[in-house]
């Protein structure tokens, strides 16, 4: 079948700019404000309100987030053993990002293996790790991938048996649930991002979540390059700042070495669109999920299909092949291109598959074997809430050209 002889192109995600978003951003546009400013502050306290914590930072991006987060940690004087060089619990399942923000924090990503149906960190493993060398580790970092929530619980219980801290990466888990609590409230912090292809999706945008006021006030600053100022919304231009009578600039004198993670009022503006709808879009990627287990359901003797719950806000639709002997995950990831449905690797195992991570090959060989299968023979496709039925036919449509031609 040849490139582009099928005009349905089914992508990972999708976004609608409609009346509603479009006024939104001429809104913006109108203000005359254009970096983050009230826009952005109202999506702080509408996102905090749905994660169910008391603050939220908005950053440029969700790996921004994760930086934010563990440079927070880093500075916060009420936790010692966040040192540089001290080792944090990860996974070696997810995106590069996590694992970037850890070491570039100066910190060291320690892998234990995963589930291979939820991708959720391997409780027994963390806790083998804690058990031969308690002060070596300083954090869990759990990776809720695909929308999949890891044993918060049961985390959080070795954590506070081993003096540690939780924070976790919740970009791909807008809106999943624990035993009735969202994602992203589970912990001491955690971190979200709204890329394009998310549930809630701007392009680029992160935000950092916390009950805790001293990491809120931390982030703050560390985001805008260390400054002291650390109001939600600057008023200096209305003659309300706090530090009107001293005699320094609280803008442009800085107490930390930080970054420039600010954002944009459009990010938000957008968001806050989102997120009155991010109910609907849950309850329309759910069924989709559902619909396309039921289709493929013939084919489970070759695919593991994602795990259906009413607690997962899926990201997207993850397959694993079972039988890679019968067919290769490169091929009909070739096959589901050609004929227009967009699909993507499961990442790829970090420590034993991505070349940033070599010198970590021979450490870590053997030792992840549900994260190594599922590397090299996951991949995903496109569940967002914008498909609709002619595009889901057409996708079960697909897969049963391929496999019945294999």
Avoid at 13 to 19: H, N, Q, T
Avoid at 247 to 267: L, S, V
Wanted: net charge neutral; hydrophobic share 35%; glycine share 6%.
């Amino acid at each position: 079948m040849q490139e582009n002889e099928h005009s349905l192109k089914i992508g990972i995600g999708s976004i609608i700019i409609a009346a509603e978003e479009r006024k939104a951003i001429n809104e913006v546009l109108d203000s005359g404000r254009l970096s983050e400013h009230k826009k952005v502050r109202e999506f702080e306290i509408k996102w905090g309100e749905f994660i169910g914590t008391k603050h939220c930072i908005a950053t440029n991006s969700g790996t921004s987030a994760l930086l934010l987060g563990l440079h927070a940690l880093i500075n916060d004087t009420r936790f010692s053993k966040i040192k540089k060089g001290s080792s944090v619990i990860t996974s070696p399942l997810t995106y590069i990002a996590t694992s970037n923000a850890i070491v570039l924090s100066g910190l060291s990503p320690v892998y234990v293996d995963i589930d291979p149906s939820t991708f959720a960190l391997n409780v027994d493993q963390i806790e083998d790790l804690l058990k031969k060398d308690p002060e070596k580790y300083c954090m869990i970092l759990p990776v809720h991938l695909m929308g999949y929530v890891n044993d918060m619980d049961a985390i959080n219980r070795l954590a506070d048996k081993y003096d540690l801290v939780v924070f976790e990466d919740a970009a791909q888990a807008h809106g999943s649930k624990y035993k009735g609590k969202t994602a992203g409230s589970l912990s001491l912090l955690a971190e979200f991002s709204f890329y394009i292809a998310h549930n809630i999706q701007v392009g680029e945008m992160g935000a950092l979540v916390t009950d805790d006021p001293t990491i809120r006030k931390l982030a703050k600053k560390l985001k805008a390059n260390g400054r002291v100022c650390d109001c939600n919304v600057c008023t200096r231009s209305e003659g309300k700042c706090p530090y009107r009578d001293k005699d320094f600039d609280p803008r442009f004198t800085h107490e930390y070495i930080g970054y420039n993670f600010k954002t944009a009022e459009f990010q938000a503006a957008l968001a806050l669109c989102q997120i009155k709808k991010v109910d609907w879009i849950i309850q329309m990627r759910q069924g989709h999920v559902k619909y396309l287990n039921d289709k493929l359901q013939k084919y489970s003797d070759i695919f593991q299909l994602p795990v259906y719950s009413d607690d997962v806000s899926y990201l997207a639709y993850p397959i694993v092949i079972k039988k890679p002997g019968k067919i290769s995950k490169k091929k009909i990831m070739q096959e589901l291109e050609s004929r227009g449905v967009e699909v993507r690797p499961i990442f790829g195992c970090i420590p034993t598959q991505q070349p940033a991570y070599s010198h970590l090959k021979d450490e870590y060989a053997g030792k992840l074997p549900n994260a190594d299968y599922i590397g090299e023979n996951g991949f995903y496709i496109g569940c967002h809430q914008y498909l609709t039925d002619e595009e889901l036919e057409y996708i079960v449509r697909v897969f049963n050209e391929i496999l019945i031609n294999n």
